[in-house]
């Protein structure tokens, strides 16, 4: 079985400071992990995705994200936070690329001026 | 890129009437599709995975007479809630599965009174 777990459901930060969205894993075979932004009441669009290739991925909109096996962990970044940036956040699993994705709990990402 | 779309965007319905969502993938063909619901402040909850020419997988506590998921093309799948009550108010959120990640619809907001 997999799962997810986000720490975290609200995080706030000023803009031009560091974003850092926690995302734990777990899975039983190699996982494939993915990040995805939610605006309000619209669907999901892919910020950036691991696929056991690099683990430092490379996103849209700044974000990267590294795939830490030791840790079981794919935590989100960004190094200047803007306020369009303020939305909510998934982390998913799935065991394979296309197939179906086990969701963490979404943080909401704040933005201050 | 993958489009997938949804219609309708928003729906409004009686109690114990009944709503036919489709979720269509606009420029490619999908032979899985996935539905999920999401409450508000929530994660997505995995509902079922339509497969075309069969019958969907649902998930454990998805039922499966109320949630009625057709695939009858590799374009098109629909979710039709029977008998809605207002318990069933909620977003609804399709995705078709591409080869190397899964694009998602714009959602569906269903409001039963």
């Known amino acids: 079985a997999q799962s997810v777990t986000q720490l975290g459901s609200h995080v706030s930060v000023s803009e031009g400071a560091l974003v850092l969205l926690r995302c734990n894993y777990s899975s039983s075979v190699p996982p494939y992990l993915f990040w995805y932004v939610q605006y309000p009441n619209q669907g999901l669009q892919l910020l950036l995705k691991y696929t056991s290739a690099a683990t430092l991925v490379k996103g849209i909109n700044g974000f990267e994200a590294e795939f830490k096996k030791s840790e079981t962990s794919f935590h989100l970044t960004k190094p200047s936070a803007h306020m369009s940036d303020a939305a909510e956040y998934f982390c998913a699993v799935s065991d394979n690329q296309g197939g179906k994705l086990i969701f963490g709990q979404g943080t909401e990402l704040s933005v201050k001026p | ?113």
């Open chain 2, 1 to 113: 890129g993958a489009v997938v779309s949804q219609h309708p965007s928003r729906v409004i319905c009686k109690s114990g009437t009944s709503v036919k969502i489709e979720c269509r993938s606009l420029d490619f063909q999908a032979t899985t599709m996935f539905w999920y619901r999401q409450f508000p402040k929530q994660s997505l909850m995995l509902m079922a995975t339509s497969n075309e020419g069969s019958k969907a997988t649902y998930e454990q506590g998805v039922e499966k007479d109320k949630f009625l998921i057709n695939h009858a093309s590799l374009t098109l799948s629909t979710l039709t809630v029977t008998s809605a009550h207002p318990e069933d108010s909620s977003f609804y959120i399709c995705s078709a599965g591409g080869q190397i990640e899964q694009y998602f619809g714009p959602g569906t907001r269903l409001t039963v009174t």
